[in-house]
């Protein structure tokens, strides 16, 4: 069974260009969830993404970012023109639907975003 | 404000010694769950705590959650260089999204 995919896991970008993250979810996982991970902050949720539906972006960044789950293919997190403040590592979860109080999410590797 | 506070925040010992982390809250929680992450990697679910004084122990690993649902501990017995990492524990809000502690790095000496 293979867990949750994140590419790329390094990626670097100078100030004003876009970010593009993708998450493969495991197999037959409907759910997907974005993270932020910085260094003073701890992790933080971002985004909760069904297929085809933002279910809650309160963790977003009102400018800039969007997050998408379509039909087919990956989750997407795009950032655009990037600043140095949003170097961190990036973490997508994802889960089968909710069972009873558990909320059992497994995590990608991560996505280190470097800003130059 | 942070809704899970975990102490100590930093934690360096011998391997073989024994530890305890510990995630408090003035809130209460239907479950807690801790999770590690090794550097570069994302973070592993150990352990879902459900019941008000649970126990549950997974190898030389005990969990507990508090009578009132409200903290919980993690205790390590002979600690070894492969439980180095940071341990946080993490309660489900509301629409399933994960709030995590504000983690404790672990370093274990060999």
């Known amino acids: 069974n293979a867990g949750v995919m994140q590419n790329p896991r390094h990626l670097v970008r100078r100030r004003g260009q876009e970010a593009r993250l993708r998450c493969s979810p495991v197999?037959?996982?409907?759910?997907v969830y974005w993270y932020r991970q910085l260094p003073e902050e701890g992790l933080k949720f971002m985004v909760y993404?069904?297929?085809?539906?933002?279910?809650?972006e309160s963790g977003m960044p009102k400018e800039r970012f969007s997050a998408e789950f379509p039909k087919e293919g990956p989750s997407i997190l795009r950032i655009q023109q990037v600043v140095r403040g949003d170097s961190a590592a990036y973490f997508c979860?994802?889960?089968?639907?909710?069972?009873?109080?558990?909320?059992?999410?497994?995590f990608g590797p991560g996505t280190r975003l470097t800003v130059t | 404000t942070q809704l899970l506070e975990q102490s100590p925040q930093f934690l360096s010992i011998q391997e073989g010694e024994n530890l305890t982390v510990y995630c408090n809250s003035s809130s209460v929680f239907s479950s807690l769950q801790w999770y590690r992450q090794e550097p570069g990697e994302g973070p592993v679910l150990l352990v879902t705590?459900?019941?008000?004084?649970e126990v549950k122990k997974l190898k030389r690993l005990t969990f507990q959650f508090g009578d009132a649902r409200k903290d919980s501990s993690l205790h390590i017995t002979a600690a070894q260089p492969g439980d180095t990492g940071l341990y946080l524990c993490?309660?489900?809000?509301?629409?399933?999204?994960?709030?995590f502690g504000t983690g404790t790095l672990l370093a274990v000496q060999p």
């Open positions: 705590v459900v019941t008000g004084g």
């Open positions: 993490a309660f489900g809000g509301a629409t399933n999204k994960l709030i």
């Open positions: 979860a994802s889960s089968p639907p909710r069972q009873g109080v558990f909320y059992e999410q497994y």
């Open positions: 197999k037959g996982h409907s759910h």
């Open positions: 993404l069904q297929k085809e539906n933002i279910i809650d």
